[in-house]
């Protein structure tokens, strides 16, 4: 089974909760990937807010503002959905503030 993600939302602690389609909802911590390669790009809050998205299915950073899936960072969906714990839904209200 392909894990399809449908939404994101990005915290001002680096972190994201994924929504899956099968209604399952992941939060991924971004803290340490922020430090390795391409993704240090993505150490501004506001940067990693903004640009953070979903594209081809999975979390991106859509850093050229194009939607191009060959101009962003992605990861593996099928990763996230292993990897990441199970929360429950956010109170947005404080997650995204």
């Known amino acids: 089974m392909f894990h399809k ?3 994101v939302y990005p ?9 899956f389609i099968d209604g399952k909802i992941k939060l991924f911590d971004a803290k340490e990937l922020i430090e390795q390669g391409l993704f240090k790009l993505l150490k501004d809050k506001k940067k990693f ?7 081809n299915d999975t979390l991106a950073w859509d850093l050229s503002g194009k939607r191009d899936p060959y ?3 992605d990861l593996d969906s099928e990763e996230l959905y292993k990897k990441c714990p199970e929360v429950k839904e956010p109170n947005l209200n404080t997650a995204l503030s």
Do not use: A, M, N, S
């Open 49 to 55: 807010k903004k640009t953070c998205t979903v594209i």
């Open 11 to 19: 915290t001002d602690d680096f972190k994201v909760y994924i929504y």
């Open 71 to 73: 101009e962003c960072l």
């Open 5 to 7: 993600i449908v939404q």
